[in-house]
């Protein structure tokens, strides 16, 4: 069983702010995997509340990209703060994100029980002045189902 895991830093265009993530798995039996994702949002920077406030605010969002993996998060309440002059739940510094997984019986694992997974990480950071537009990142986590 793998218990965490890092992905991209850095945003290809330039020097944008971009979060750190990791993935931990807290069990992996059968055809249900349970964790955690930690998002860390760079100094200086806040993340919309997911689900957001307003309809004008992109939140951070994490989903699953492997076809016959559904993956359920279970986002944490935002921290209340006034941005753009606006009442709104933003995320800053760690966001622990709880999921739980189900692997369908139409995905086969590899050698020794070795699943691969992908997520997609979609956000857009914001500070006192300015907002970053919206971006995303994918991330691969290999998880070993079983006993």
């Known amino acids: 069983m793998i218990t965490s895991i890092a992905a991209v830093l850095f945003v290809a265009q330039g020097l944008q702010p971009a979060p750190e993530i990791h993935f931990n798995i807290e069990s992996a039996k059968k055809d249900v995997i349970k964790g955690n994702v930690t998002i860390t949002i760079p100094e200086g920077w806040h993340a919309y509340q997911n689900p957001p406030k307003s309809e004008f605010e992109n939140p951070l969002k994490v989903e699953g990209t492997t076809k016959g993996f559904t993956a359920k998060f279970v986002y944490p309440k935002g921290e209340a703060m006034k941005s753009s002059g606006m009442d709104s739940l933003v995320y ?10 189900k692997i369908a019986k139409t995905i086969k694992p590899q050698k020794n029980g070795m699943y691969h997974f992908e997520f997609k990480i979609s956000y857009q950071f914001c500070n006192d002045s300015t907002c970053i537009p919206p971006s ?9 189902v079983g006993k």
């Open 92 to 101: 800053v510094g760690k966001v622990k994100i709880p999921f739980e997984g």
């Open 136 to 144: 995303s990142l994918n991330a691969k986590v290999n998880v070993k």
